[in-house]
Nanobody
Framework: QVRLAESGGGLVQPGGSLRLSCAVSQFTMNYHGIGWFRQAPGKEREGVACITRSGATTIYADSVKGRFTLSKDKTKNTVYLQMNSLKPDDTAIYYC????????????????????WGQGTQVTVDS
């Protein structure tokens, strides 16, 4: 069964940091690529950072490269998004998503490739 549950959002000042967590089922961790996405009011959902099922490849949106880091801990069945140097433009609801993959699948952050979603967590960057 595929399960995803985000946590860790909140209000932070510009330049601050947050770490989001996505708790997943072991089945999800073992057979799915997992990504972090965000959706700001009036905008489409966009991929932020995504990792392949194998863990071999992680890709990032240009807007977050060098500031955000995705990692996954298989022992805890959790995928993290460490967000540093936050900007007001990072304000959004952040979702983790999963897509069933073969081991050799290339990484993708196209949201229409993902079939399963968590409930989202709000991140607000404001002074």
């Amino acid at each position: 069964q595929v399960r995803l549950a985000e946590s860790g959002g909140g209000l932070v000042q510009p330049g601050g940091s947050l770490r989001l967590s996505c708790a997943v089922s072991q089945f999800t961790m073992n057979y799915h690529g997992i990504g972090w996405f965000r959706q700001a009011p009036g905008k489409e959902r966009e991929g932020v950072a995504c990792i392949t099922r194998s863990g071999a490849t992680t890709i990032y949106a240009d807007s977050v490269k060098g500031r955000f880091t995705l990692s996954k801990d298989k022992t805890k069945n959790t995928v993290y998004l460490q967000m540093n140097s936050l900007k007001p433009d990072d304000t959004a609801i952040y979702y983790c998503g999963a897509r069933r993959e073969i081991l050799t699948a290339p990484a993708t952050c196209a949201s229409n490739e993902y079939n399963f979603w968590g409930q989202g967590t709000q991140v607000t960057v404001d002074s």
